[in-house]
């Protein structure tokens, strides 16, 4: 019997290779793991993930890895020997999935391309993800998140309205990028489920960020209109933005029906001004609009603010900063913060999925040590003997 | 073959979560049903961006982008008749993804529980604001209001004016499109396990949920007790310089994180005087509030009198990461966009050809493919609801 569990889970069966680094490549692996694939990380002392090594002494007790990687294997492979590369090829046959957003060209050096691995494992999904994907004229080119952000044109569209763009926080892009290609290998893996084909999946995060402002590259080809950052505006309603609130909060208000405007007017003892009658008017005169509900809302307290706006049927939020999401009630009710068990540090509370199914994939497990699962993989998956896999640790494959 | 081909999906969508859910799965040969009311059909045929001509509900750009390879049927579901015949579609269905409220789907027969066990085979995915459980139930809701209920908001721009508010992010939807993005993927990863297992399974995303999920880098750390948590709008930074800065003809983004970093602004600016009050690696053990500040005027002075493309080419061959900050006209323009083909022509009865993006991943077997524009309002009406009565399977 394995020693591996089984959870459960859409994607019970399915074992995923990831040759991964950062945030980008292990959030698809996250994924496809939450959804109940067997997810391995391959790893080495020689090429360590920055997240095991950032700013801590010890690699097994890395924070920016644990928030990243719960609920997957880790398998110890030296790629610098031949040993090591066969091994990982004996891995890679048994495997369904490879996902890969190691620098380009990196995976055709280590003699692990796409055609390569398929010689081993014909129907392999093999998952390519770079900056600007795998192929053209710029695919060599490298950066970080928010490079993705500026090259996709979201960033521009993020900012205060007439000024410079800001773009968004600086964690944004990896995550979306990661999403994309885990619903690209999860088309793949249903179509080899009918066919038994595999394939080849180039995913690039700048076009991944230009598919989240679709309708704004619409306006371009339907009107030649270049969409600007506009602060919080949106042409469809007034008021729509983000007000001060007592003790530094804010709060989200948009208007989004005429029947919640003249809700809000009551509120606000505007009902009767005739600039505000309707939308036109309204954003005709938004610069006014907003600086009286500024000074409505800047000295009341936020949740009795956000209460008192959803009774009246007005959409309405606080802008929630990490201590308010680490208690919201919506989250909790979903219990979106599992707790995960890891070997070395016990017990600890970590991101769930977004989801909730019929059939969810059990979530139980925290971030693996470097080379956990090394006797699982060189073990039980690749059947090797006590006396072999003390080989490999005697050739400096693994530890 | 495209992957999803054969597979049948009734989409009970008004909002661009919904409607981009069943875009990710038309792209791949899915087959959409889309559900529309009789009276002007779904809301989003009226949003912008609009052209001047054209019938009022076939003039959106937006609904032509979000809903490509579908078909329109019209249906009432406020009337008997109407709820009777969906219930009829529901057999002959693989997958519902619906973007409506929980008293919308109960008041059409579709309480999410029940639907699940009257059809077992059936996947239903539902995408709310805050997920079926929301309580207060019913709470009003937009992309906007959502997008701050996640950390996003609250913690954008980074490096902020505090006397300023959070921004909302890009454009009007990524709440939308980021929810519909794990919805696809989890109804694609529903049907892989419906492949053995012949059962349906019901989905419940919550918008607020998925935009959360995407910190997870910080708020994984933060819920674990290893980083700070606290309200202030930097608590999702990073240090230094990076940031955004003006040029003659537009913006280009600079991140600046490592000793290398430095040493290549060094050489591309001529290793002026005032970067030698700058220990070599400061950026690493040294990155201090009042050096980035420093920093930053210089850059600003610098850059201001460059060209975007041109700078961003010669840092990136000193190693340093300098790119433009592009804009729709210049990613129709953009070489790698048009190698990668990223934008297709589409021709659309009543908007003429346009050009829509397209989708990231290159798929070597089953590409991603628009082979017809949206449908006009109820297109699909009468073909659709024959062939079904007809047994078609």
Known sequence: ?399 | MSALQGIRVLELAEQVSGEYCGKLLSDFGAEIIKIERPDGGSPTRYLGPVAEAGDDAERSGLFAYLNTNKHSVTLDLTSADGVQTLHKLLDKVDVVVADQRLDWLQAAGLEPEAVAASWPSLVLCCITPFGLQETPAGLAATDLTVFHSSGWGFHTPSAPDLSRPPLKGAGRFMASYEAALDAALCVVAALCERQASQQGQLIDISMQAVLVTRTDYVMGQMVAGDMPVSDERTAFDLAGPAAIYATADGFVYIWMSAPAHWQALGTLLGNPEWMNDFPGDWLEKGCTPERVEVVRGHLATWLAGEQKAAISAAAQKLGLIMVPVNNAADLQACEQFIYRQYFAEVEHPQLGKLVHPTVPYRMSETPAAIHSPAPLLGQHTETTLAALAGGEQ
């Open chain 1, 1 to 399: 019997m394995s020693t591996i569990k089984k959870r459960g889970g859409p994607l019970q069966g399915i074992r995923v290779v990831e040759l991964t680094k950062v945030w980008a490549g292990p959030y698809t692996g996250k994924l496809l793991s939450y959804l109940g694939a067997e997810v391995i990380r391959v790893e080495s002392l020689g090429s360590m993930d920055v997240t095991r090594t950032y700013g801590v002494e010890d690699i097994n007790n890395a924070p920016g890895w644990k928030a990243v990687n719960p609920q997957k294997l880790s398998v110890q492979i030296n790629m610098k020997s031949e040993e090591g590369l066969s091994r990982l090829k004996d891995l890679l046959a048994t495997a369904d999935v490879l996902v890969e957003n190691l620098r380009p060209g990196a995976m055709e050096r280590l003699g692990l391309g796409y055609e390569a691995v398929k010689a081993v494992r014909p129907d392999i999904i093999y998952v390519s993800m770079g900056m600007y994907g795998a192929e053209g004229p710029l695919a060599y080119q490298t950066g970080y998140a928010p490079c993705f952000a500026a090259l996709g044109g979201l960033s521009a569209l993020v900012g205060y309205e007439g000024e410079a763009p800001t773009g968004m926080n600086v964690r944004y892009a990896d995550s979306t990028f990661g999403t994309a290609a885990a619903y690209a290998a999860a088309v793949a893996l249903f179509h080899r489920g009918r066919t038994g084909a595999g394939q080849f999946i180039d995913v690039s995060a700048v076009e991944t960020m230009s598919s989240m402002i679709g309708d704004a590259l619409i306006n371009y080809s339907l009107n030649g209109v270049v969409e600007q950052c506009n602060g919080n505006r949106r042409a469809e309603m007034a008021p729509h933005g983000v007000y001060p609130c007592a003790g530094g909060d804010w709060i989200a208000i948009a208007a989004h029906s005429d029947q919640a405007w003249q809700a809000l007017a009551g509120l606000l003892g505007l009902a009767a001004d005739e600039r505000f009658a309707n939308l036109a008017g309204r954003k005709a005169h938004e610069v006014e609009l907003d600086k009286l509900l500024g000074e409505w809302s800047c000295s009341q307290e936020v949740s009795g603010l956000v209460e008192l706006l959803q009774a009246a049927g007005v959409a309405a939020a606080k802008s929630e900063n990490s201590l308010d999401l680490i208690a919201d009630a919506n989250l909790w009710a979903r219990e979106f913060y599992p707790n995960v068990t890891d070997a070395h540090a016990g017990s600890r509370m970590t991101v769930g999925p977004s989801w909730k199914m019929t059939r969810m994939a059990e979530i139980t497990d925290g971030a693996p040590a470097l080379g956990e699962h090394n006797t699982y993989v060189y073990g039980e998956i690749l059947g090797l003997s006590e006396a072999e896999q003390e080989e490999l640790v005697n050739k400096g494959v693994c530890r």
